[in-house]
């Protein structure tokens, strides 16, 4: 777009700014990505204005008449801003001043970009959270679904990275549920703070036009609006709690990510990436590389710099705006499409990306000592006090390592060797199968917890 070439802001200057800083101080480049909410911001003001009436209704009507043309060219790729624009709040307006005249001059009357552009920001995020929190709904169902069909798979647990005890593949899924669940729940609180408008605060000090913050509001579907005018154009806690609720998010993606990561590994061979979510090597060509768990484990460090370099943003702020807080823009952009391309590659990669390697599991849960709790756990519900049953399993275990053979091997004879409790039922007491089922306490991995678990899940993701 071509402008007049003085500054948009003032007669008071004289001359116009040098180029490279009129780059440099320009927004444009990626506050457009606000622009829809900037007219729509606008079109409320606008009818706040003739409601109050700071201009009369047939200026309000025009006004918001020309906001839509600007939105019509805009989405029609008639109306591409420039540099000389500054920002997108100065855009909208000249565009709107050429389009209804001298009447797109009173549109910013008892408002400054100060509050605008926080309303802007805030009417975006809000349709953002509402995005994600539905793409964490459907990376839940995918989860759900997944778990359904593994209850009776069975995966070792670890701890330490090393095997501890076997777990029912779901229940391992069903964790992950449940982080998404918080992180649900989570977007859900910080939507509470994102949803208020500091429309009317002006520049800081409030105005001197009677307006009506509410009705402006109430139009824009606001819950609340700032209480105080300083608070309310310097206040970015709500972008600083998305950015936390989105690195939790991605901190979450990212351990999901590590764990399948190692499981497409030849040294885990838990499960196998397909064809439509792996990629392959340039030079080796057996290879086949976890590439969409990976990218995702990069992306976290990025949305975590992007919470860290909004907290140091504001630190050091004086009240009320100041221009450091455009810097806000870039980050709070880059986490929204970073946290939405990672959960619609995850949520991809868990349908039809990975196929779980059941007999590959069932041999992993065979071959070690991940029993040994069941021996101790065997010897103590039979009055051996735990502690005295733990420390001779331990010897049991040791002297199974030096004979190179598992719990399962030893004979009856020898069992009873080590304590005269032992019966013929302790091989059925320490089968894989059995040692997953008997965890029956609430939240643990026994098959019927962990069906009931699902059941719950979905209702809970129904309501
Ligand atoms: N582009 C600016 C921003 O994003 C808009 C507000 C400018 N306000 C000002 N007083 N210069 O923060």
Same mark, same amino acid.
């Given at each position: 777009m071509t402008g007049q070439k003085t500054s948009a802001w003032s007669q008071r200057f004289e001359k116009a700014l040098h180029p490279a800083i009129e780059r440099f101080n320009a927004?444009?480049? $990626?506050d457009i990505e606000l622009i829809e909410y900037d007219i729509t911001?606008? !079109?409320a003001h606008a009818k706040m204005l003739a409601k109050t009436g700071i201009i009369s209704a047939e200026e309000g009507e025009r006004l918001a008449a020309g906001l839509e043309q600007v939105r019509q060219e805009y989405r029609e790729g008639k109306f591409t801003p420039g540099t000389d624009a500054e920002d997108v709040h100065f855009a909208v307006e000249r565009r709107l001043t050429e389009? !209804?005249?001298d009447a797109g001059k009173k549109l910013h009357t008892a408002r400054s970009r100060n509050d605008q552009v926080g309303a802007?920001?805030?009417?975006?995020l809000r349709d953002q959270i509402k995005q994600i929190r539905e793409q964490l709904r459907e990376f839940q169902q995918v989860l759900l679904n997944l778990a359904e069909t593994h209850v009776e798979t069975l995966i070792p647990g670890y701890t330490h990275l090393q095997r501890a005890q076997p777990v029912s593949l779901a229940h391992h899924l069903l964790a992950y549920f449940e982080m998404a669940q918080r992180d649900w729940e989570r977007l859900g609180d910080v939507f509470k703070r994102v949803d208020i408008s500091p429309l009317g605060c002006g520049a800081l000090a409030g105005t001197t036009f009677p307006i009506d913050?509410?009705?402006? #509001?109430?139009?824009?579907g606001f819950a609340g609006v700032y209480a105080n005018s300083l608070d309310g154009v310097?206040?970015?806690d $709500? #972008?600083?709690? $998305?950015l936390g609720a989105a690195s939790i998010i991605m901190a979450h993606l990212s351990r999901l990510s590590e764990e399948v990561i190692l499981w497409a590994s030849q040294e885990f061979g838990f499960v196998t990436l397909t064809d439509s979510c792996a990629t392959g090597s340039s030079i080796m060509p057996q290879?086949?590389? @976890?590439?969409? @768990?990976?990218? !995702?484990?990069g992306k976290a460090g990025r949305v975590f710099g992007h919470l860290q370099a909004l907290l140091v943003l504001v630190k050091g702020l004086p009240l009320a705006y100041n221009k450091d807080l455009q810097e806000d823009k870039e980050a709070l952009f880059d986490t929204v499409k970073t946290v939405r391309a990672c959960l619609e590659a995850m949520t991809i990669l868990l349908r039809e990306g990975i196929e779980f390697r059941t007999e590959r599991l069932a041999e992993a849960v065979a071959e070690d000592f991940s029993n040994a709790t069941d021996v101790a756990d065997y010897l103590a519900a039979k009055g051996v006090p735990f502690r005295e049953a733990y420390n001779l399993v331990g010897k049991v275990v040791k002297t199974c390592l030096a004979a190179g053979k598992l719990l399962k091997d030893l004979s009856l004879e020898e069992w009873k060797a080590l304590h005269p409790a032992f019966e013929g039922d302790i091989y059925e007491a320490i089968a894989p199968r059995r040692v997953v089922a008997a965890r029956n306490s609430y939240g643990g991995t026994g098959f019927e917890r962990v069906r009931a678990a699902i059941e719950s899940a979905r209702s809970r993701i129904s309501l």
């Open positions: 927004s444009i480049g $990626f911001g606008s !079109v389009i !209804v005249g802007d920001t805030r009417l975006y913050r509410h009705y402006t #509001a109430e139009l824009l310097s206040d970015r $709500f #972008a600083i709690e $998305f290879k086949k590389n @976890p590439d969409v @768990p990976e990218l !995702v484990r």
